[in-house]
C-alpha cells in the first residue's frame, strides 16, 4: 500500500522561507511523477510544481522563482522548498505521487503566511 506522509508545515511571516518534505513508503524511484497541490481556505485544491523520474520539473506561474521541487531518492522523500512566502501561500499543502495512471495523495500539512 502507497503511503504519501507530509511535513513541515507552520506558521511564517511573509517573506520567510519554508521547507515541505513529503515521505514515500516505497522507492520514489517507482512513481512516474511526485508533485505538491494546495488548497487555500475557501478554494479549490490547486497544482503547485511536479518533478518526474527523469528531473524535469514544473511550476505555475504564481510560484515560478520562490519555490523549487526536489526529491531524494535515498531517502524516498520529495521536498518544495518556499521561498519570499506570500499571505496568499497560506493553504493545505498536498502531495502526490503517480504511477501508470494511479495518483496517490498524502493528507497534508497546513502553511499559514502571517505577520
Known amino acids: 500500500q502507497v503511503q504519501l506522509v507530509e511535513s513541515g508545515g507552520g506558521l511564517v511571516q511573509p517573506g520567510g522561507s519554508l521547507r515541505l518534505s513529503c515521505a514515500a513508503s516505497?522507492?520514489?524511484?517507482?512513481?512516474?511523477?511526485m508533485g505538491w497541490y494546495r488548497q487555500a481556505p475557501g478554494k479549490q485544491r490547486e497544482y503547485i510544481a511536479t518533478?518526474?523520474?527523469?528531473?524535469?520539473?514544473n511550476y505555475i506561474d504564481s510560484v515560478k522563482g520562490r519555490f523549487t521541487i526536489s526529491r531524494d531518492n535515498a531517502k524516498n522523500t520529495v521536498y518544495l522548498q518556499m521561498n519570499s512566502l506570500n499571505p496568499e501561500d497560506t493553504a493545505v499543502y498536498y502531495c502526490n505521487a503517480v504511477d501508470r495512471g494511479n495518483m496517490y495523495w498524502g493528507k497534508g500539512t497546513l502553511v499559514t503566511v502571517s505577520s
Open positions: 516505497g522507492s520514489i524511484f517507482n512513481f512516474y511523477a
Open positions: 518533478i518526474i523520474s527523469g528531473g524535469s520539473t
